[in-house]
């Protein structure tokens, strides 16, 4: 698939693998769409396309809120009469002082079980329905997962990441059936499932993780490729 002058929105591009699948994208000649909370990470996230060469318009909104949600997509369509290209990479892990990691189940808070859904399955299933219509042949969705532990095949996973395991679960529940379903109008999803990925929040939590970590560059540019490909309903695990 051809990226150049295609029209493409990313959720969670104020930082992180947002950030750098936006730029990736930009480098592509894409118009990037960034989403996210924090308009000064955005504006630089704006900054780093436009020096790669792709274009970029900014669209600050919290997608723990339904009317910020659903204004975006309105907004959007007024805007763009296409998009060819949907990545939900947005996704709740911490708060603003710790990670929702290593918490036995009953001490999670609702906030923190209810930030995770919304964010990373809610706002993917939301956005992937409202930009369905704008998306001709040839459409590409990508979501986000994760992996979590060494036993994952065997069923087993990593304790004490409840609310992140779950919601990772149904994306991929959720990105196989959405292939399935849209074939017929040959628009692919796939989702990216990557390691710990180095990334600022988790070199704050996490510092100890530095040599095991994927570089974010890595991860961004799986999203590429899967983007490029004729890949649908799978699933890509990323590690070192």
Not at 16 to 33: N, S
Request: net charge neutral.
């Amino acid at each position: 698939m051809e990226l150049k002058d295609k029209i493409a929105l990313v959720t969670g591009a104020s930082r992180g693998i947002g950030r750098e699948v936006a730029i990736e994208l930009g480098k592509e000649g894409c118009e990037v769409l960034v989403v996210g909370r924090d308009v000064k990470l955005l504006e630089s996230t704006k900054q780093k396309i436009l020096k790669v060469g792709g274009k970029c318009e900014v669209f600050k909104t919290d997608l723990r809120d339904l009317d910020e949600l659903i204004r975006l997509t309105e907004t959007v369509k007024t805007k763009h009469s296409s998009l060819s290209i949907l990545c939900n990479v947005a996704g709740i892990y911490h708060s603003d002082t710790k990670t929702y990691f290593d918490i036995p189940y009953e001490e999670f808070s609702n906030e923190a079980i209810v930030d995770s859904l919304e964010v990373g399955i809610m706002a993917s299933m939301l956005l992937s329905r409202a930009f369905i219509p704008l998306m001709k042949k040839g459409g590409r969705i990508v979501n986000t997962s994760g992996t979590f532990g060494k036993g994952e095949k065997s069923g087993t996973f990593e304790k004490g990441c409840m609310a992140d395991l779950v919601t990772k679960k149904a994306i991929e529940v959720f990105t196989k059936q959405l292939a399935y379903e849209l074939e017929d109008k040959n628009i692919t999803v796939n989702a990216v499932c990557p390691w710990f990925v180095w990334t600022e929040n988790v070199q704050k939590f996490f510092p100890e993780t530095k040599d095991e970590a994927i570089p974010v560059n890595k991860v961004a540019k799986v999203y590429i490729s899967l983007i490029k490909s004729n890949k649908n309903g799978e699933v890509v695990e990323v590690r070192n």
